[in-house]
């Protein structure tokens, strides 16, 4: 263990010590208390013997009175001068004890980085000299620390023409300042940025990686530098370019000889020279009818891989939502009445128009109808309300208005169906889910309604919410800004 | 009385052209040739110079997209119409197939009835007035 050397100790001036403080008696009471001693011891009897014996002891007296006092004062700066190396020896452990503490500072971030295998984590200087190079940055990109820290530029690991695409011209150093630019500008004018780069590995690889770059400051908040966090997504990118041709594949090749069934079929049920019996076409309609649920389940598929691929694109309009809820319902309307189902419609006559996608919006709100009719049983009831209402910046909606109110629609589909069990309804948005009240009751279905119209009412900066008690039935909530989505 | 429109149907699915075929005659037009890929497709376009083109986005040889370029650099087969059929109904599909020359563009599946219109529109529109 290091034993630090009193600091302040060895700097504080010399103090007079009390001893020396008792050697300094002033000599002129010390000389007139020695003439008396002697005229006592001379002349013992003379009249002058009881002045004398006066005087010595006046002298005695005082010199004792000021030892006293030179002794309090020398007291008093001893413990003056221990309360200063008291403070000394404080401030040194203080002192030590910060240091420790920076150096376990510095060793745990120096080991969390260096427990990083798998993403790269390259810290540069303002100009793109590195500083930083962890073990997941030698394994991704090859090279070992010593020989890029100091050395290397960030640039030399990028794909070029992703820096300089128009080959600018000038001096290495130039175009090297000009690449660091490019890499950092985003990141420069938003705080942070994080995308997809080319790195180029030693080996001669190119890597597609995930990069999130952003400004380091050092302890006076100046920008000491640019921090690079990469994940290598190389795989996972050619996972997802071989998902959308699989997607593209499957599309074509369904949607084919779905147009075959569905085109044949109108031409036969179309035909007027050679008119179908009634037995024939119920039989034909039941075909139509399914080949358009395998159209339907296809394009569903493909939507929820483009919400997945993050490529929903919405084409906003103005919407009125009482006609998407009319429409709805007029679409439910003959299933719900072969059901035995109640279909119940109350909406703003004047309508309530919103911003957003009006065939997406369609979508959702069929969804939900169509969800509602099928799990409700005969004889039950389902109803759709539309009402404008206010969004508060706690996110609660009431019917009030206030400054920092957003103007929302509320869409609800109601029905008094069997319900979905409380245990299974947080998992309701997810891909393919099916609560178990589908799977007992057989209703049809493959669980991408749910998750589609989740992914929608997102895409339009709104809110999906359910509320249901299994055996009295569900009411799932739309709330939708009514300024949605901006123009494109 | 007009002759009736002469079309020339490219689809590399031996059903659905028989179908569009089908329904081109239903709108009372005449198919000058239906063939099965895209290479055949501007071979016959440029014999038969038909004043509709139905064509398949997705063919062997050449695409629906590369086939409709090819006809409106051809100044013999520039002015023919072009309908593109495709199991791509994305708008970006759409504005690709607009983009390439194409005066319409219909997804699959289709509806008999919705093709009849289409051609029946187009021919209308190709023919001099």
Not at chain 2, 29 to 37: E, G, K, L
Request: a negative charge; aromatic letters at 4%.
């Amino acid at each position: 263990m290091t034993v630090l050397a009193d600091p302040v100790a060895t700097r504080l001036p010399a103090q007079p010590s009390p001893v020396a403080h008792r050697a300094v008696v002033p000599t002129g009471l010390a000389l007139l208390g020695l003439a008396g001693l002697v005229v006592l011891l001379l002349r013992p009897t003379a009249p002058v013997t009881v002045t004398a014996a006066l005087a010595v002891l006046g002298c005695v007296a005082e010199l004792a009175r000021r030892l006293r006092g030179q002794l309090a004062a020398a007291e008093e700066l001893e413990a003056q001068r221990l309360d200063l190396v008291s403070r000394g020896q404080s401030t040194a452990e203080e002192l030590e004890v910060a240091t420790r503490m920076m150096r376990a500072r510095a060793q745990t971030m120096t080991s969390v980085i260096d427990a990083v295998t798998e993403q790269s984590i390259i810290g540069t200087d303002p100009d793109g000299l590195i500083r930083v190079w962890n073990p997941g940055a030698e394994r991704m990109l090859g090279l070992p620390r010593a020989d890029v820290v100091r050395t290397r530029s960030i640039t030399d690991f990028h794909a070029p023409e992703e820096l300089d695409p128009d080959e600018p011209e000038g001096s290495v150093t130039d175009r090297d300042a000009a690449r660091f630019a490019a890499l950092v500008q985003a990141a420069r004018e938003q705080g942070s940025d994080v995308r997809d780069w080319t790195y180029l590995t030693a080996d001669g690889r190119r890597l597609t990686v995930s990069v999130a770059i952003t400004p380091r400051t050092d302890d006076d908040g100046e920008q000491a530098g640019w921090n690079f966090v990469g994940t290598d997504m190389t795989e996972a990118r050619a996972a997802e370019r071989l998902k959308d041709q699989f997607v593209s594949l499957i599309s074509h090749e369904l949607r084919t000889p779905l147009s075959s069934i569905l085109g044949y079929l109108e031409l036969v049920m179309d035909d007027e020279e050679q008119p179908l019996t009634d037995e024939q076409r119920q039989y034909l309609t039941t075909v139509e009818r399914n080949a358009h649920r395998l159209l339907r389940l296809v394009g569903d598929l493909l939507f929820t891989a483009q919400v997945d691929a993050g490529r929903l694109i919405l084409q906003p309009e103005d919407v009125d939502l009482a006609g998407i809820v009319r429409a709805a319902e007029e679409t439910a309307r003959v299933t719900a009445a072969a059901r035995g189902v109640a279909v119940i419609v109350e909406v703003p006559d004047a309508g309530l128009v919103v911003r957003g996608d009006a065939l997406r919006l369609g979508q959702a709100c069929d969804n939900l109808v169509s969800n509602a009719v099928k799990f409700t049983p005969g004889g039950g009831q389902v109803t759709l309300r539309l009402r404008q209402a206010w969004q508060h910046a706690d996110g609660a909606v009431t019917d009030e208005a206030t400054a920092d109110a957003t103007a929302v629609a509320l869409l609800s589909v109601s029905d008094t169906g069997v319900g979905i069990p409380s245990g299974e309804q947080g998992q309701l948005f997810t891909s393919f889910f099916r609560a178990s009240t589908a799977r007992r009751n057989a209703v049809p279905g493959v669980g991408l309604g749910l998750t589609i119209t989740k992914a929608i009412t997102t895409a339009h900066g709104g809110m999906l919410d359910v509320e249901s008690a299994e055996g009295r039935g569900t009411t799932f909530t739309l709330t939708l800004p009514l300024d949605g989505v901006p123009d494109s | 009385m007009a002759a009736p429109a002469r079309v020339l149907v490219a689809d590399d699915e031996e059903d659905i052209r028989l179908l569009v075929t089908l329904a081109v005659r239903k709108a009372g037009c005449t198919v000058v040739a239906a063939v099965a890929d895209g290479a055949q497709a501007l071979a016959a376009a440029r014999a038969e110079r038909p004043d509709l083109v139905v064509l398949d986005v997705s063919m062997p040889e050449a695409t629906g997209l590369e086939v409709c370029a090819a006809l409106r650099a051809d100044p013999d087969t520039a002015g023919c119409q072009v309908l593109l059929l495709s199991a791509g109904a994305s708008p970006d599909d759409v504005a690709r197939g607009l983009a390439a020359g194409a005066d319409a563009y219909l997804p699959k599946p289709f509806t008999v009835a919705g093709l009849i219109d289409q051609v029946r529109r187009l021919v209308v529109a190709g023919s001099p007035a």
